[in-house]
Structure formats: C-alpha cells, structure tokens
C-alpha cells in the first residue's frame, strides 16, 4: 500500500508559476514510476507527465512540454510538479498517483495508487 498526500496548488494568474508536491508515505516508494495528471471540468482524466523510479526518464504531454517538470526526491519520498508560463487553459484538479510498472505508462487506468487532488486555477 502507498499512500499519497498532495500539497500545493491554487489560484495563479496567467503566466504565473506553482509548484505541486506529493509525499508517498507506506510501501518503497523508489520503486513506483510516478505521475501527474489532471481534469478539468467535463473533461476526462489525462496525464501531463511522469517520473521514472530513480528519475532518469520523464515524460510530459504535448499541451505542457517545455512549461512543466516532474522532479523527485526519493530519500524525502516526495515527488514535485513544476509549472510555469501557465495558461488558462491548466486549470484543472491535478492529481499524482503511482505505478508499480517498470517503465513510464501514460494511462489512467495503469495507475495504482492517488493523491485526493488538488486544485490549480489560472486567470487570464
């Protein structure tokens, strides 16, 4: 079991920066491939991107490559998401979650464990 605890987030205006963070707390959590993924209202759930276990490979979707990081720390078993130049169009609850998976998977579903969200609102 993996428990995920989000902090961070909040209301921004457009251009605006904000840092997320989740702190794992339960099984080994260097041995889960982290995400990060938001929804917007009535819209499904869809990743912006993902950490490998010791953090070498990341992935980001098209919408915030070159915008957002995901970092982690693994002896703080911690993993962030940076934003920055944010866009109206981010705000959204965001979610991390984790997976057991060896390598970065993108879907909702190959997820195990999640954070209760957090809420992240851009003004333009």
């Known amino acids: 079991q993996v428990q995920l605890v989000q902090s961070g987030g909040g209301l921004v205006q457009a251009g605006g920066s904000l840092t997320l963070s989740c702190a794992a707390t339960g099984r080994s959590f260097s041995n889960y491939v982290m995400g990060w993924f938001r929804q917007a209202p009535g819209k499904e759930r869809e990743i912006v991107g993902a950490i490998s276990w010791i953090g070498r490979r990341t992935y980001y979707a098209d919408s915030v490559k070159g915008r957002f990081t995901v970092s982690r720390d693994n002896a703080k078993n911690t993993v962030y998401l940076q934003m920055n130049s944010l866009k109206p169009e981010d705000t959204a609850v965001y979610y991390c979650?984790?997976?057991?998976?060896?390598?970065?998977?993108?879907?909702?579903?190959?997820?195990?464990?999640w954070g209760q969200g957090t809420q992240v609102t851009v003004s333009s």
């Open positions: 979650a984790a997976d057991s998976a060896l390598l970065i998977e993108t879907t909702v579903g190959n997820y195990d464990y």
